[in-house]
């Protein structure tokens, strides 16, 4: 069965190099190109976007497998993974809308084998060649480096954009 997802494009680097902050400039610049942006987000941390107090939070708590909230301006599902396990990249991004989305952006799960472009910042105290595996095809850095692969300045999110342009016109 073909792949009927958008494709899948990770940002990945080491925690503190501004992965998030590129991703808010980048999103919107994007859209300015005509693509409409999906993003999944890895996070280490317990995911509430409910408020404790409101029904729907009390009502997930309560059991609910899952829970929809809805308005007029925007809805949200939460669901409740049964074996308390991360789920794979490849079923979240089968989760997003195809209608409404032509990429979708990864932020971490920087172990999947997907395209990705790796950021670098000299600060963080790290070695840059521990971001690069085979399913790298950029990097965006605020240093000049030594590699094959194409290099971006991370710190200017513009030319990072038109790379992403390039890249998924060119799929």
Same mark, same amino acid.
């Given at each position: 069965?073909?792949?009927?997802?958008?494709?899948?494009?990770?940002?990945?680097?080491?925690?503190?190099?501004?992965?998030?902050?590129?991703?808010?400039?980048?999103?919107?610049?994007?859209?300015?190109?005509?693509?409409?942006?999906?993003?999944?987000?890895?996070?280490?941390?317990?995911?509430?976007?409910?408020?404790?107090?409101?029904?729907?939070?009390?009502?997930?708590?309560?059991?609910?497998?899952?829970?929809?909230?809805?308005?007029?301006?925007?809805?949200?599902?939460?669901?409740?993974?049964?074996? $308390?396990?991360?789920?794979?990249?490849?079923? =979240?991004?089968?989760?997003?809308? *195809? @209608?409404? !989305?032509?990429?979708?952006? +990864?932020?971490?799960?920087?172990?999947?084998?997907?395209?990705?472009?790796?950021?670098?910042?000299?600060?963080?105290?790290?070695?840059?060649?521990?971001?690069?595996?085979?399913?790298?095809?950029?990097?965006?850095?605020? $240093?000049?480096?030594?590699?094959?692969?194409? =290099?971006?300045?991370?710190?200017? *999110? @513009?030319? !990072?954009?038109?790379?992403? +342009?390039?890249?998924?016109?060119?799929?």
């Amino acid at each position: 069965m073909p792949d009927t997802h958008p494709p899948l494009l990770a940002i990945t680097a080491y925690s503190g190099t501004g992965k998030t902050s590129l991703l808010k400039e980048l999103i919107p610049l994007l859209n300015q190109e005509g693509i409409r942006i999906g993003l999944i987000k890895h996070t280490h941390h317990k995911v509430d976007v409910d408020t404790p107090g409101k029904d729907s939070y009390e009502l997930r708590k309560a059991g609910a497998r899952q829970t929809m909230v809805a308005s007029d301006t925007r809805w949200a599902l939460m669901t409740e993974n049964q074996e $308390e396990e991360m789920p794979s990249l490849s079923w =979240l991004a089968e989760q997003m809308n *195809p @209608a409404l !989305v032509d990429l979708i952006l +990864v932020e971490g799960f920087k172990a999947e084998p997907v395209p990705k472009i790796a950021l670098f910042r000299s600060d963080t105290g790290k070695d840059w060649h521990t971001l690069i595996d085979d399913y790298v095809i950029a990097v965006a850095s605020n $240093e000049k480096l030594d590699m094959t692969l194409p =290099l971006l300045d991370i710190n200017k *999110p @513009a030319s !990072v954009a038109a790379f992403i +342009v390039k890249w998924l016109a060119n799929r």
